[in-house]
């Protein structure tokens, strides 16, 4: 599975982006999907994920009621709405796939693939 994430951009505090991540490959349909970003000197942390099965979501608690994560099977695509922005959201974001979850979605090491990432600035 090859992914190519996009969207990323400076975005004013409070204002919204929306990031793309199109996967490769006919096991789409199959693989869990997550987004990860990692700030400036710091390390990888994760944002949110979905599954494939019942497409429950799961999301980290900075970005729980800003942040939507959606996936559309037909079209191989997963995506992450981030609303109300704050400068805190500042980070390189990379998408994830993972053909199994052993443990927690949270997890970057249950992830077998990832994306190139995209940046994303959010200004005061």
């Known amino acids: 599975v090859q992914l190519q994430a996009s969207g990323g951009g400076s975005v004013r505090s409070g204002g919204s982006l929306g990031l793309s991540c199109v996967a490769s490959?006919?096991?789409?349909?199959?693989?869990?999907m997550g987004w990860f970003r990692q700030a400036p000197g710091k390390g990888r942390e994760f944002v949110a994920a979905?599954?494939?099965?019942?497409?429950?979501?799961v999301y980290a608690e900075p970005v729980k009621g800003r942040f939507t994560i959606t996936r559309d099977n037909a079209e191989y695509t997963t995506s992450l709405q981030m609303n109300s922005l704050k400068p805190e959201d500042t980070a390189v974001y990379y998408c994830?796939?993972?053909?199994?979850?052993?443990?927690?979605?949270?997890?970057?090491?249950?992830?077998?693939?990832w994306g190139q990432g995209t940046l994303v600035t959010v200004s005061s």
């Open positions: 490959g006919r096991t789409f349909n199959s693989i869990h």
């Open positions: 994830a796939a993972a053909r199994y979850i052993w443990s927690d979605y949270a997890i970057d090491t249950e992830y077998d693939y």
């Open positions: 979905i599954s494939w099965s019942d497409g429950n979501t």
